[in-house]
C-alpha cells in the first residue's frame, strides 16, 4: 500500500525566513510519481511539481526548491526567502506509474499526505 | 484555457436529500478523479474514471455514493440520501494519461464543491 507523511502538522515563520517542508513516502512500486500541492485559503488545490522516480535531480523554481531523495523516501520543499503570499496548506502526493485502465496505461491515483499548514507573519 | 469546472461551489441540504456535484473536466484530458476533503480524513480518492469508464471505484464510501460519466466532457457525484457526515469538500480533477512512457499531464483540480447536510 501506498503511504505519504508529512510530520509537520504546523509551520510558523516570519516573512524571509527559508522553510521547508517534509514529506516521507513508501511504496512497492519501482516507477512512481511524486507531486506537491498548494491549497490557498482560497481553497483551490494548485499544482507545484511533478517528479518520477527516474530522475533524482533536485529542481529549482525561483524561491522554490525540491530534494528528491531516493534512498531516504523522502521528497522535501524547501521555499527561500518566504512571503506572506507563500500561506497555505502545502500537500505531498504520490502516484504508482501505471494501472489497468480502458485504453492503456495512465496515472494511478494520487496518496495525499495529510498536508502542513503554512503561516507566513508579516 | 478554462479549467476543470465544477458546480456548485456551496451546497447546503439537508439529511436525506439527493445531492448531485457536477464537473466538467478539460478538454481533451481522458482520465477523471473525484476526491473528498475533509479535517479527520485529508484527501481521499473516492473514484476515477479513464476514457469515460471507471477505473477504481474502492473509495466510494457507500452505496448512497454513486458516480457517472456519461461522457468525456461531463461527470456526476450523486449522494442519496445524504447524511451530515457526508459534509465535506468534493474535488473533482482531471489529467490526461498518456502512458507509461509518455509525459502525462499531472492533476488539474477544480475549485470544489462545498457540501454541509445539515
Known amino acids: 500500500a501506498q503511504k505519504v507523511t508529512q510530520a509537520q502538522t504546523e509551520i510558523s515563520v516570519v516573512e524571509k525566513e527559508d522553510v521547508t517542508l517534509d514529506c516521507v513516502y513508501e511504496?512497492?512500486?519501482?516507477?512512481?510519481?511524486l507531486f506537491w500541492y498548494k491549497q490557498p485559503p482560497s481553497g483551490e488545490l494548485v499544482f507545484l511539481i511533478r517528479?518520477?522516480?527516474?530522475?533524482?535531480q533536485n529542481e529549482i523554481s525561483g524561491r522554490y526548491s525540491w530534494n528528491f531523495q531516493k534512498s531516504t523516501s523522502s521528497f522535501n520543499f524547501t521555499i527561500t526567502a518566504s512571503q506572506v503570499v507563500d500561506s497555505a496548506v502545502y500537500f505531498c502526493?504520490?502516484?504508482?506509474?501505471?494501472?489497468?485502465?480502458?485504453?492503456?496505461?495512465?496515472?494511478?491515483?494520487?496518496?495525499f499526505g495529510q498536508g502542513t499548514i503554512l503561516t507566513v507573519h508579516p | 484555457d478554462a479549467g476543470v469546472i465544477q458546480s456548485p461551489r456551496h451546497e447546503v441540504t439537508e439529511m436525506g436529500q439527493e445531492v448531485t456535484l457536477r464537473c466538467k473536466p478539460i478538454?481533451?484530458?481522458?482520465?477523471l478523479f473525484w476526491y473528498r476533503q475533509t479535517m479527520m480524513r485529508g484527501l481521499e480518492l473516492l473514484i476515477y474514471f479513464n476514457n469515460n469508464v471507471p477505473i477504481d471505484d474502492s473509495g466510494m464510501p457507500e452505496d448512497r455514493f454513486s458516480a457517472k460519466m456519461p461522457n468525456a466532457s461531463f461527470s456526476t457525484l450523486k449522494i442519496q440520501p445524504s447524511e451530515p457526515r457526508d459534509s465535506a469538500v468534493y474535488f473533482c480533477a482531471s489529467s490526461l494519461a498518456r502512458g507509461v512512457r509518455g509525459r502525462s499531464s499531472p492533476l488539474h483540480f477544480g475549485n470544489g464543491t462545498r457540501l454541509t447536510v445539515t
Open positions: 502526493a504520490l502516484s504508482e506509474a501505471r494501472v489497468r485502465n480502458a485504453g492503456g496505461t495512465s496515472y494511478g491515483k494520487l496518496t
Open positions: 517528479r518520477n522516480s527516474f530522475d533524482e
Open positions: 478538454s481533451g484530458h481522458n482520465s
Open positions: 511504496t512497492r512500486d519501482t516507477t512512481y510519481y
